[in-house]
Nanobody, 128 residues
Framework: QVQLVDSGGGMVAAGDSLRLSCTAS????????MGWFRQAPEKEREFVAA????????CYADSVKGRFTISRDNAKSTAYLQMNNLKPDDAAVYYC?????????????????????WGQGTQVSVSS
């Protein structure tokens, strides 16, 4: 059974950085593209970033482009989300997921479909 464990969240001040981790088990991690989503209170869950199986292709939501970096270490079965220059609007619960379908176009993903596999989420709070 696939299990994703999200970690690394916390409470920071605006302008600070955090690195989130998503560690997978129960599946060959290197065969899956991965994505990060976030959900703020009373808002829809939204796409943040995705990375291809090899890590050579990535894409980002416009709101985080230039500040967030997604990466992966297949030897550790772990995906990361480095978040720099955090803003209060970035506060949310962040979730990683296995992609069932993703199309990469430069640093834009015109299509991302999540699978049923999600991490439990990790809370990011940003004070102004």
């Amino acid at each position: 059974q696939v299990q994703l464990v999200d970690s690394g969240g916390g409470m920071v001040a605006a302008g600070d950085s955090l690195r989130l981790s998503c560690t997978a088990s129960g599946r060959n991690f290197s065969t899956d593209s991965m994505g990060w989503f976030r959900q703020a209170p009373e808002k829809e869950r939204e796409f943040v970033a995705a990375i291809s199986r090899s890590g050579t292709s990535t894409c980002y939501a416009d709101s985080v482009k230039g500040r967030f970096t997604i990466s992966r270490d297949n030897a550790k079965s772990t995906a990361y989300l480095q978040m720099n220059n955090l803003k209060p609007d970035d506060a949310a619960v962040y979730y990683c997921t296995v992609a069932s379908l993703v199309i990469f176009r430069s640093d834009y993903c015109p299509q991302f479909k999540a699978s049923d596999y999600w991490g439990q989420g990790t809370q990011v709070s940003v004070s102004s």
